[in-house]
């Protein structure tokens, strides 16, 4: 998917996987978290609510990463209060960094299926030693694309030689509409 295919989203408003709160596995992740000090990315972060909440929460080092400035703007508009030196407008693939925690909410699922060894191999780069990917990959195919889908088993082998897979295991407090179709994932850089 190209950049000008995401700006076409967000300037149509054709959002719909914008669920409009933090998913409540990560919001439950994220509160049992107690340094409040860990560097935290959230790439594809669209409206970012998982970035809102954590900064609410006292998180001091978290930034955002969207392709798409229209996406970055209305995450501005939408909580003006998030500092702006952490929102990053580029490609997730062409950033820079090392971190403690990266979040998953329906970035993966956006990007091309032949994209996923790349995007294992750039989490691997982004995180620091045992660093943690957390958050929702969806356990369901869809027609068409994106999202893209993929099953537990996939996801195992794509990310088993990387990552120590800590859990992945099939939501049990995803929102209505995702019941049943959300495996939460922890998985520690190896
Ligand atoms: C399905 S949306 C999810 C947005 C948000 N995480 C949410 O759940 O509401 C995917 C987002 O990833 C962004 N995106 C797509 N490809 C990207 C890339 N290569 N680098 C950074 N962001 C990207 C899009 O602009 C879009 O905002």
């Known amino acids: 998917m190209s950049k000008t295919f995401w700006e076409d989203r967000w300037e149509n408003l054709q959002i719909g996987w914008d669920i409009g709160q ?3 596995p990560i919001a ?9 000090a860990l560097k935290i990315l959230i790439p594809g972060c669209g409206n970012a609510y998982e970035a809102e909440f954590l900064h609410k929460k006292g998180f001091t080092n ?4 969207d392709i798409s400035i229209k996406a970055i703007d209305s995450f501005i508009k939408r909580y003006p ?6 929102i990053i407008h580029s490609d997730f693939f062409e950033i820079d960094g090392q971190y403690d925690l990266i979040i998953e909410q329906t970035f993966f699922c956006a990007i091309n299926p032949s994209l996923r060894k790349k995007y294992v191999q750039k989490m691997i780069t982004l995180l620091k030693p045992k660093g943690k990917l957390i958050g929702l990959l969806f356990n369901t195919e ?6 893209f889908g993929g099953d537990k ?9 990387d990552f120590t897979i800590k859990t992945m295991e099939k939501a049990y ?14 998985l520690e850089k190896k």
């Open 142 to 147: 869809f027609s068409g694309g994106p999202p």
């Open 81 to 86: 209060n998030f500092p702006k030196q952490n």
């Open 153 to 161: 088993d996939e996801y195992f082998n794509l990310f088993e030689n």
């Open 62 to 65: 978290v930034s955002i990463v």
């Open 22 to 24: 933090v998913s409540p």
């Open 28 to 36: 439950e992740y994220i509160n049992q978290l107690e340094n409040k």
């Open 173 to 186: 407090n995803s929102i209505k509409p995702r019941e049943d179709r959300e495996l939460f994932i922890i």
